[in-house]
């Protein structure tokens, strides 16, 4: 199942959690008392599972936000600006799921609803593309 941490012979994480300025989360991010806002990447490409055969498994690459606040928040999304994230689940839609969703590039700007849980799959750009996080302002 998901490991966390680099793994090894492939120098990728299969879950990296990140928060809304776009960089990866650390001790301090997940210690502060007012962080009701962060998301998940999930790489598919990064999967340590494969089939009877011997072949690796690969699966698209999802994030998804969970937003804890009262108001709804921008966030800013990981990955280079040739990326494309497309919004496919919103829990503060009355259907969730959703057949038209907008389309955000890596890096842009998205506003998430309060107390909301979304997902975004990953439609354009390398996967390794995708894994680009900003610096903590």
Do not use: C
């Amino acid at each position: 199942f998901f490991q966390g941490p680099e793994i090894p012979g492939q120098g990728v994480k299969d879950i990296t959690w990140f928060d809304g300025q776009g960089a990866e989360m650390n001790d301090e991010a997940w210690n502060s008392a007012f962080a009701r806002t962060f998301g998940v990447m999930l790489a598919g490409d990064s999967l340590a599972v494969k089939d009877y055969f011997g072949n690796a498994i690969r699966d698209d690459t999802f994030l998804l936000y969970f937003n804890g606040h009262h108001e709804d928040v921008e966030v800013r999304l990981p990955g280079e600006g040739n990326v494309r994230w497309r919004h496919i689940f919103d829990s503060a839609n009355a259907n969730g799921f959703l057949e038209d969703g907008q389309n955000v590039e890596g890096g842009g700007k998205f506003k998430l609803p309060s107390r909301s849980v979304l997902i975004l799959q990953q439609s354009e750009g390398s996967d390794d593309q995708a894994r680009y996080w900003y610096a903590r302002s």
